[in-house]
């Protein structure tokens, strides 16, 4: 299949680190009249001890609850919404972000604004006591969807007996025993300068955010981080856990150890999984939903963390189809081993570069894009350099990512649904023993 012709990037990118620690990352992109600004923490789950799990997302929906310039929420929040822009935060494993999203008229005072969030939160014990309940429905909301309760499973399967593997929001247990004096003993030790980077996206100048940083982060604290709780590799697969719901449907999540975001085969893996079920041309889809018609939707797709990572597969089928089912899906995983074609080694290269070409279209993704690789990955790669590298991946690489990866004893399952027991699809999972 010929190549496509090459895809064009205008996206640039600045970096500055202030006196203080605090890391300024820009990209100006003239074309668009809105401005995406992101406060990247290297803070999330995986700082957590036991005794701490949930302090990061709890930490993070208490720095909307008031700072000593703006003591309420409402006048946080309006300060974007009455000026119609977006404000809105997240907590994930290694990183948690806050972000707006404004016209160009108005960024300065969201950027304003959540520099005054992260620096001057007042963390009120009375609001902590308010928040903690919103926290519980989060955390209840969750387990209550089989599709995100067959989720967590598989984490817990793939990674036992450590933060990789429970739930990013905690337990309504351990969000209840967190003190106000534990979420300051955690601010003042992963929200420093050293430990923040500032990525924003729009038609701006880099030197005047780098100004308007400094002046209003120019002292913030510093001090030595928690420690990231290392990866453990403590799966020995293949294993299964089936939790019985009345659902209409049994929701099933698979999952492989994969790679990091340093490992040198990570883009393999990730056009790996694009020919195995990130479409719907893909060999799942084709295979299990349009020749047997065993599922509405299956798809696949590719986790990665500083030092480990995950090939996963999500479906839901009918519960009394199960035993076809599940054979099938694995079959198909395990034949990626078998190598891939030309045609769809070519396809994957094409919709991958394509993909991430259309997302650099939106400020908020360019923002996200050059701030967690500041963060996470201490560089930042360009898009033309990740396009590089993406088409350096041969067929020939793709296979032997498979055989490297694909393997039985690195695999688990999570079913959800009206099921009694999982020692059914132990079977087809031992593959190439």
């Not at 302090?55 to 929040?77: D, N, Q, W, Y």
């Not at 729009?202 to 510093?222: F, P, S």
Request: proline content about 4%; glycine content about 8%.
């Amino acid at each position: 299949m010929p190549r496509a012709k090459k895809l064009q990037s205008s996206l640039l990118f600045e970096r500055t680190r202030l006196p203080s620690g605090v890391r300024v990352v820009t990209s100006n992109l003239p074309h668009t009249n809105a401005v995406s600004i992101n406060f990247l923490f290297g803070a999330g789950s995986r700082f957590e001890t036991d005794s701490l799990a949930g302090a990061s997302h709890l930490f993070e929906h208490m720095l909307f609850k008031g700072t000593h310039k703006r003591p309420t929420p409402r006048e946080i929040v309006e300060v974007v919404e009455g000026v119609g822009g977006t404000l809105n935060a997240f907590t994930e494993r290694e990183l948690t972000g806050y972000w707006c999203r404004l016209a160009l008229p108005h960024y300065r005072q969201g950027l304003d604004l959540v520099a005054d969030m992260v620096s001057n939160s007042i963390l009120r014990e009375d609001d902590i006591a308010r928040e903690k309940p919103v926290v519980y429905e989060e955390i209840r909301a969750s387990n209550d969807s089989p599709g995100g309760r067959v989720s967590l499973l598989l984490d817990q399967l793939l990674w036992p007996n450590q933060p990789l593997g429970r739930d990013i929001a905690g337990s309504v247990e351990s969000v209840t025993a967190i003190t106000r004096d534990e979420m300051l003993g955690y601010l003042h030790a992963q929200y420093i300068s050293k430990n923040l980077v500032v990525a924003v996206a729009g038609n701006i100048a880099h030197k005047d955010i780098v100004d308007q940083v400094h002046e209003a982060l120019g002292d913030y604290r510093d001090a030595k981080p928690y420690e990231m709780f290392p990866f453990e590799d403590q799966l020995q697969g293949p294993a299964v856990c089936v939790e019985k719901r009345d659902t209409e449907q049994a929701h099933v999540a698979i999952g492989i150890h994969g790679l990091s975001m340093f490992d040198k085969d990570r883009h393999a893996l990730s056009l790996l999984s694009v020919i195995l079920g990130e479409t719907m041309s893909s060999r799942l889809f084709e295979e299990i939903r349009e020749q047997r018609g065993l599922a509405y939707d299956i798809h696949s797709g590719v986790g990665q963390f500083k030092d480990a990572g995950a090939l996963f597969v999500e479906c839901g089928v009918d519960p009394e189809r199960t035993l076809e089912a599940i054979p099938v899906i694995v079959e198909e995983v395990a034949k990626m081993r078998d190598g891939v074609t030309e045609r769809e080694h070519s396809q994957a290269i094409e919709l991958t570069k394509g993909r991430m070409m259309l997302r650099m279209e939106e400020s908020r993704a360019v923002a996200g894009f050059i701030g967690s690789q500041e963060l996470l990955r201490n560089e930042i790669r360009s898009i033309e350099q990740v396009v590089a590298d993406i088409e350096a991946v041969t067929a020939e690489d793709i296979k032997r990512v498979a055989e490297r990866v694909i393997r039985p004893e690195k695999m688990a399952m999570a079913i959800v649904g009206p099921l009694e027991d999982g020692d059914p699809f132990l079977k087809a999972m031992e593959f190439g023993r």
